[in-house]
T-cell receptor, first 113, second 118 residues
Framework: GENVEQHPSTLSVQEGDSAVIKCTYS??????FPWYKQELGKRPQLIID?????GEKKDQRIAVTLNKTAKHFSLHITETQPEDSAVYFC????????????FGQGTELSVKP | GAVVSQHPSWVICKSGTSVKIECRSL??????MFWYRQFPKQSLMLMAT?????????EQGVEKDKFLINHASLTLSTLTVTSAHPEDSSFYIC??????????????FGQGTRLTVV
């Protein structure tokens, strides 16, 4: 089955700097890659997603890139702010599994003012 | 976006008792829902796929007789933790995806249930 690896496990940046989180997946059939932000005790919130027919997607300060050949995708956050501090999870999914998500291990991002 | 509601938000139970957690899709029908478990400072681990009108599909290592899943309607799936033990204490969270013919769409999560077994 699918396996998703995420790095780093913790990331500390200064406010205004950029943050990059990387994930690799094992199943070349996976075709949907969402990123979630989770605050303590809360449900995961989708921040951006990308489908396998697209190499890059951007939404304001957040961007995701996908390299299907290498089977890895990355989250880029620019101009980080203290409120970006949270745990971020990448995930991978197969179209024919109706939304079943396999998550990476998570990255705890800390943005220092 | 679509709404998935989970109840209760937290529950404390005694060791050996059973606890039922409900997951409802409020504004859409979900033939499939998913149950995840999250231990502190860990990732969300898929436990099972809940299928409306048929048996759930469990991930490897998840005891189907301990974690009973019922998906009796298009808007409700329940997870029952039977004979709960302290090691079952965790954050349980469900998700569902709005059906679409255009490929994967966003999965919506319930607010989660914090289970503490004492």
């Amino acid at each position: 089955g699918e396996n998703v690896e995420q790095h780093p496990s913790t990331l500390s940046v200064q406010e205004g700097d950029s943050a990059v989180i990387k994930c690799t997946y094992s199943d070349s059939a996976s075709n949907y890659f969402p990123w979630y932000k989770q605050e303590l005790g809360k449900r995961p919130q989708l921040i951006i997603d990308i489908r396998s027919n697209v190499g890059e997607k951007k939404d304001q300060r957040i961007a995701v890139t996908l390299n299907k050949t290498a089977k890895h995708f990355s989250l880029h956050i620019t101009e980080t702010q203290p409120e970006d501090s949270a745990v971020y999870f990448c995930a991978a999914s197969l179209y024919n599994q109706g939304g079943k998500l396999i998550f990476g291990q998570g990255t705890e991002l800390s943005v220092k003012p | 976006g679509a709404v998935v509601s989970q109840h209760p938000s937290w529950v404390i139970c005694k060791s050996g008792t059973s606890v039922k957690i409900e997951c409802r899709s409020l504004d859409f029908q979900a033939t499939t829902m998913f149950w995840y478990r999250q231990f502190p400072k860990q990732s969300l681990m898929l436990m099972a796929t809940s299928n409306e009108g048929s048996k759930a599909t469990y991930e490897q290592g998840v005891e189907k007789d301990k974690f009973l899943i019922n998906h009796a309607s298009l808007t409700l799936s329940t997870l029952t933790v039977t004979s709960a033990h302290p090691e079952d204490s965790s954050f349980y969270i469900c998700s569902a995806r709005v059906p679409s013919g255009v490929g994967n769409t966003e999965a919506f999560f319930g607010q989660g249930t914090r289970l503490t077994v004492v």
